[in-house]
């Protein structure tokens, strides 16, 4: 699973409308790189380094987990998409877009294509005063100067004027203002990836199941009758041990919380493991745990068919779930899906991700989100 980081880029246009130009950039960004947290005011400076009309500039901060010369490609691909057309000159030009990288966290990078920080970030003020204004905690990683710092040595004395405020488009998304988020999904779904993208862009508290601690697991592919009962009841009492330990940490009427399982999953995969008189008795301790959980304000599953299931269990390699039949997920789903529509109390939030990435693709992510919004504004 790949990390997130907070990148600063810094946004120009002195051709045509010229704050269409910066409007759109800013949601190509957001469609195509990542989530962008917050944008500046805008303003409006003269042009440096050369005889032209004034740009509108501003600078925003995103979380990507897209590497850095990715990055880069994507954002020739935006200014090309409006309409840039870069020309062999080494000097300055007017453009309708132009978008810079100011800093990726504490990153030093100097190739033959990209120079990070930007080596000139520091002489002007046009990025500078946008930058500052996303208030970010961050400390030039080799000039050793806060934005602040840069903004009172800079000797650009060019005027830079406020025009405008712009708009995050992360504010169209008020995740956040739930409590408590519960993804589920069958092995292999994706809901630990989901649940920690959305914790690390909406500030969230993280809690995630430790699948990984269970000694039974690897046994249990290998005989599932034999292990099926320690197994799932070793995952009942984990599970509810690390959920009232967690939860009982966090405010669940102030904090936002993402959990990526519900305690309810033990139920539907006992259905599935055990012998009809095990499952009598497993169900009888799970009644008496289940009363005591908090319940999530929203509910999501992600449904993925079992083939693109099985791909994903092959490509991620754990050893021990290489030899899961296809049938055993097959009824794993099914057990999800009578759950859910037997239930009447809960959030419930069914997302078919089939045919999505959200990992390498932008768009199903925000997809995701806003089914999740769509589902909050009912």
Request: charge should be negative; aromatic fraction near 10%.
């Amino acid at each position: 699973m790949q990390t997130q980081q907070k990148v600063v880029l810094s946004l120009g246009s002195n051709q045509g409308n010229r704050l269409e130009n910066i409007e759109n950039c800013i949601q190509l960004i957001h469609q195509k790189i990542g989530l962008v947290l917050r944008v500046s005011k805008l303003y409006e400076t003269p042009s440096w380094g050369f005889e032209s009309d004034a740009f509108y500039n501003c600078a925003l901060v995103l979380h990507t987990s897209f590497s850095p010369e990715k990055i880069l490609r994507k954002i020739t691909s935006i200014e090309k998409e409006l309409g840039r057309i870069r020309e062999q000159s080494n000097t300055y030009q007017a453009r309708i877009i132009d978008i810079d990288i100011v800093s990726i966290e504490q990153q030093i990078i100097a190739s033959e294509t990209l120079t990070v920080p930007h080596p000139q970030m520091q002489n002007r003020l046009f990025v500078l005063l946008p930058v500052q204004d996303l208030k970010l905690d961050w400390q030039h990683p080799i000039l050793q100067k806060t934005i602040h710092e840069m903004v009172v040595t800079c000797e650009d004395t060019s005027d830079c004027k406020i025009v405008s405020d712009l708009v995050s488009p992360i504010k169209k998304f008020s995740v956040n203002k739930l409590n408590y988020i519960a993804i589920e999904g069958n092995i292999g779904a994706g809901k630990t990836t989901l649940a920690t993208r959305i914790s690390e862009d909406f500030n969230a508290k993280l809690v995630l199941e430790r699948f990984a601690d269970n000694p039974f697991l690897p046994k249990f592919y290998k005989d599932q009758n034999r292990y099926a009962f320690p197994l799932e009841m070793s995952f009942l009492a984990d599970r509810y041990q690390q959920l009232s330990d967690d939860l009982s940490q966090f405010d669940l009427f102030k904090d936002f919380v993402v959990a990526d399982y519900h305690i309810f999953k033990s139920l539907i995969f006992a259905k599935v493991t055990l012998q009809e008189d095990e499952f009598r008795l497993y169900k009888t301790l799970f009644d008496i745990i289940y009363k005591e959980m908090p319940k999530p304000d929203l509910y999501v599953y992600l449904y993925q068919n079992t083939d693109r299931l099985l791909k994903n269990i092959k490509k991620r390699g754990r050893s021990y779930e290489q030899e899961i039949p296809a049938e055993y997920l097959d009824k794993i789903n099914k057990g999800y899906l009578d759950y859910i529509k037997s239930q009447t109390d809960l959030n419930v939030l069914v997302i078919d991700v089939s045919d999505f990435d959200f990992v390498k693709k932008q768009s199903d992510y925000l997809k995701i989100l806003e089914a999740i919004q769509e589902k909050l504004d009912l």
